[in-house]
């Protein structure tokens, strides 16, 4: 029955972007559906968010990946490529607490394949400024590779594309404040308050670590 379904679907919306078919989108819209229900995804502007950018483009190697299971990571690993993707639940729960807006300036601290910052370039809009620091350069050239992707697919939307910089955050000198700040790595209190210093007033950092958001500051 489902694959009489799909079969269908691809017919009638055939709108190859970049997936392997439409199943991907199918999977993503499915994904979304069971967030709402569990009450990860609230808000109208991040549920938009989700369905511009398909995680699927972010994943070279899904054979074993359960799209059903809203709280399963995603990893992959070939030679010098190492792919971490937290959950669709702990990304629909740092989005949320997030709070960004249109004109928001973003880092992301270990952006790694650009999967959030992407998803972040339509919630800041194209007044925003969306900066991803990422120390493994593998990752920074897949990251460049799949933006290509999505500034084809989103064309038609608003939304500001990632700038990621192939960089240690604590190597980086700069006066710069950010709206908001996420850090995908743990941290020590040094490290942390070193972040904080990069918030503007009233900013907000959120990190998580180990599929599951640690703090919020």
């Known amino acids: 029955m489902v694959n009489i379904f799909q079969k269908l679907f691809n017919i009638v919306f055939n709108?190859?972007?970049?997936?392997?078919?439409d199943e991907d989108w199918l999977d993503n819209q499915i994904t979304i559906k069971k967030l709402k229900a569990a009450g990860n995804l609230r808000s109208p502007d991040?549920?938009?968010?989700?369905?511009s950018i398909n995680k699927a483009w972010f994943m070279p190697f899904k054979d074993e990946y359960d799209n059903s299971d809203i709280n399963m990571e995603y990893k992959y690993a070939e030679s010098d490529l190492l792919i971490h993707l937290f959950s669709p639940?702990?990304?629909?729960t740092i989005l949320e607490n997030l709070d960004l807006q249109q004109?928001?300036?973003?880092?992301?601290?270990?952006?790694?394949?650009?999967?959030?910052?992407?998803i972040c370039g339509c919630l800041i809009g194209s007044k925003g400024k969306n900066i991803?620091?990422?120390?493994?350069?593998?990752?920074?050239?897949?990251?460049?590779?799949?933006?290509?992707?999505?500034e084809a697919a989103l064309a038609s939307k608003i939304w500001c594309p990632p700038?990621?910089?192939?960089?240690?955050?604590?190597?980086?000198?700069?006066?710069?404040?950010?709206?908001?700040?996420?850090?995908?790595?743990?941290?020590?209190?040094?490290?942390?308050?070193?972040?904080?210093?990069?918030?503007?007033?009233?900013?907000i950092?959120?990190?998580?670590?180990?599929?599951k958001v640690c703090l919020m500051f």
């Open 163 to 203: 700038e990621f910089k192939c960089i240690n955050i604590f190597d980086f000198k700069t006066d710069e404040k950010f709206d908001r700040i996420f850090i995908g790595a743990s941290m020590m209190e040094n490290q942390r308050t070193f972040i904080c210093r990069m918030l503007k007033p009233f900013g």
């Open 205 to 211: 950092a959120i990190l998580a670590c180990d599929n």
């Open 15 to 21: 709108k190859k972007i970049g997936y392997d078919y």
């Open 103 to 118: 004109g928001h300036s973003f880092l992301n601290v270990g952006s790694g394949t650009g999967y959030l910052s992407s």
């Open 89 to 92: 639940s702990i990304y629909s």
């Open 46 to 51: 991040i549920i938009a968010a989700f369905e």
């Open 132 to 150: 991803g620091f990422e120390i493994h350069p593998k990752l920074i050239d897949f990251a460049f590779t799949v933006r290509e992707k999505l």
